[in-house]
């Protein structure tokens, strides 16, 4: 017996049992962390590998993409801050192995052990995977192969593809309604295989604020509305650029004495305050929208492809939000009560015609109590032609009960009821009438346009929002219509989403160097509640976010619009309504594991970089098996790529950094 407990005293017994005492700790603590098949990829336009191999590392945490419980999410007596949640809004189908994560226990209180993953810029190396031989990526039977895309014909470099359908357009040659300036997409046999090339002698843009006065004349070489509107002030050639005085048809004299003229004619519209999102209709080289930026107002511009087809590339490349859009026969992609002010200035739109039912497109997206400004002919000319058409402007604004509360010289205003009272006290019969209680005015993709008007809710809800910068950080009303699973802790999630996304965006702004970028025009392919350009707004301000809604999920537009941010409703599977070369940064969070099933990756991609500006970036955060698939795609497209792993914050990250050359 006393032999037997010497062995165990014995210095080699107690390095065994020390030994397998670590073996079955690593084991188990293995085991803990290696379930998270999340990845982050970034596309940048880094032309050599040294630049690549100097950039930093940026640890995330495991948790992004996990799902999370949040039947309730609302936190209790404690002071401290738990770690943030990721955004968690829709979350992407997990593969069969993954594990369900908590942020709240059963009682519905944070978990004290919840990670959303701190930027730790002290850990691990740089892993930059520049190849720009090989388009493989991943190992064994993950392996993924592509072969090289070509490049597009030259008459391509404008290509929008659902815009610029010959085949289709053609049927409506004959229509005066718009129907060819509608989106008509080429079938899935039809659409590009190839890279949109930029023009010759293509600049990397001028950055804002600069940019707002004066582009490169090669990246959109056309004259044509010089030599129409250089009268106007519109825009004027200079050497190798575009000038832009700043003027209008309506406002030769400029922008910012036109929209000062607006603010003291209705005091209540309160730029920057009241008044943060704008709608302008036919908005030429968006100047409107261009000054209204220094007033704290963003300005969505938007005008078709049609004679001035380049009006809204000029807007882009001068770093205005702007899309390619029009009143025609189909709603426009914006929710209801998104714009507190709409602008129409000689956007040569017949308001009345078809029982006004393009103006009740503007009532459906004009939020409660919001203003409509109209400067136009029918203002202020005494021609008999001129003088009916104001008749039947001030007959139709007055029985959708809108109130004109200011003319004066060639501008008229009218605002927007803020309640359905006057809706009720109408006499029976009078129309256009009310639409069907059963109508959701949110409802936009490919719905017809409804001679009707758009009820206002009963509840409130979409009514009140706090005046800017106060709305941007807090969860509208209309965040509990959403209909998604987290009803009794949507507040506490928007909360979440948006905390997290600071935290993010504050650690790439540091680590990247964001800054120095000079990302104006982004876009956030998958914007859930908004976190992200919210983030973007704080830590960025010369930056704008598009926010695009896939029609796939639960329609969180109205949030978005309810913040002061502004974007649209999309579907993935096909081509997006912009110029090509018109952003700057893509994110997508989740996206193609969500999308992956319905769409084709690879014509995804293909449009990514149809709308990205040479030298434009791409963040991309999905699982592992998507990203090894999106690697090769992007390197068969000639990006540079760069992944990194995020896993825990100990263990070495690997983000993909594939940029558009």
């Not at 109130?403 to 009821?417: F, N, S």
Request: charged residues 20%; hydrophobic residues 40%.
């Amino acid at each position: 017996m006393k032999a037997l407990i010497d062995l165990f005293k014995s210095p080699f017994s107690i390095k065994i049992a020390a030994l397998f005492l670590a073996c079955i700790a690593t084991f188990f603590l293995g085991k803990h962390w290696s379930h998270d098949p999340s990845q982050l990829i970034f596309f940048n336009p880094n032309t050599n590998a040294s630049e690549a191999n100097t950039a930093p590392s940026a640890p995330i945490s495991s948790n992004s993409l996990r799902t999370i419980n949040i039947s309730s999410f609302i936190s209790t007596a404690s002071t401290q801050v738990p770690p943030l949640p990721p955004p968690v809004l829709i979350p992407s189908p997990p593969p069969p192995s993954l594990e369900r994560f908590e942020v709240v226990d059963q009682n519905g209180e944070m978990k004290d052990d919840f990670d959303a993953g701190l930027f730790d810029l002290e850990v691990g190396g740089n892993q930059a995977l520049w190849n720009e031989t090989m388009v493989e990526s991943g190992v064994g039977e993950g392996r993924v192969r592509v072969d090289r895309f070509q490049p597009c014909v030259a008459s391509t470099r404008e290509y929008i593809p659902c815009l610029d359908n010959l085949e289709a357009i053609e049927k409506f040659n004959a229509s005066e309604r718009g129907e060819k300036f509608e989106r008509h997409c080429p079938d899935e046999g039809k659409r590009l295989n190839c890279l949109v090339p930029a023009p010759e002698a293509y600049k990397t843009s001028i950055p804002w604020p600069k940019s707002r006065e004066e582009v490169w004349f090669n990246n959109v070489p056309h004259t044509r509305l010089v030599e129409e509107k250089g009268g106007q002030n519109w825009i004027a050639r200079d050497g190798e650029k575009f000038r832009f005085p700043g003027g209008g048809t309506q406002f030769i004299h400029g922008a910012d004495q036109y929209i000062q003229q607006i603010s003291v004619m209705v005091q209540d519209i309160a730029f920057g305050s009241k008044t943060r999102i704008v709608l302008d209709v036919g908005c030429g080289v968006a100047s409107f929208g261009a000054y209204l930026f220094s007033r704290d107002v963003i300005t969505m511009s938007i005008a078709p492809k049609d004679a001035h087809e380049n009006q809204i590339q000029f807007a882009l490349e001068r770093g205005v939000p702007a899309m390619v859009a029009v009143f025609a026969t189909h709603r426009l992609f914006y929710p209801s009560q998104a714009f507190d002010l709409v602008h129409c200035s000689r956007c040569r739109i017949n308001w009345t015609r078809d029982g006004g039912i393009l103006l009740l497109e503007v009532n459906r997206m004009l939020r409660s109590g919001g203003y409509f400004v109209w400067a136009a002919q029918p203002v202020y000319k005494h021609e008999e032609a001129q003088q009916e058409a104001w008749k039947e402007m001030v007959n139709l604004t007055a029985r959708i009960c809108w109130k004109l509360v200011k003319k004066e010289g060639y501008i008229a205003i009218w605002k927007k009821p803020s309640n359905n009272t006057c809706y009720n006290r109408r006499e029976a019969g009078v129309q256009p009438s009310l639409c069907d209680p059963d109508d959701n005015p949110d409802d936009v993709w490919y719905v017809n346009l409804k001679a009707c008007i758009s009820r206002l809710p009963e509840s409130g809800f979409e009514r009140d929002v706090s005046p800017w910068p106060d709305r941007l950080h807090v969860p509208p009303q209309r965040l509990q219509a959403v209909q998604m699973d987290a009803y009794m802790a949507k507040n506490e999630l928007f909360k979440a989403e948006s905390a997290y996304w600071n935290e993010i965006i504050g650690s790439y702004v540091n680590a990247f160097r964001w800054k120095e970028m000079n990302l104006r025009n982004v876009m956030d392919m998958r914007a859930g509640l908004g976190g992200f350009a919210a983030a973007m707004i704080d830590l960025l301000p010369n930056s704008w976010v598009m926010n695009v809604v896939p029609t796939s999920e639960p329609n969180t537009l109205p949030v978005i619009y309810d913040r002061g941010l502004v974007g649209v409703a999309h579907d993935w599977c096909e081509p997006f309504d912009t110029y090509p070369r018109t952003y700057d940064l893509l994110h997508a969070y989740g996206l193609f594991s969500r999308e992956q099933k319905r769409c084709n990756i690879t014509t995804i991609l293909l449009e990514m970089d149809r709308i990205l500006r040479p030298g434009g970036r791409a963040y991309i955060r999905d699982f592992k098996y998507i990203i090894d698939e999106i690697q090769a795609i992007t390197l068969a497209m000639g990006w540079r790529a760069n992944q990194f792993d995020t896993s825990e914050a100990w263990q070495q990250k690997n983000h993909l950094f594939p940029g558009k050359g």
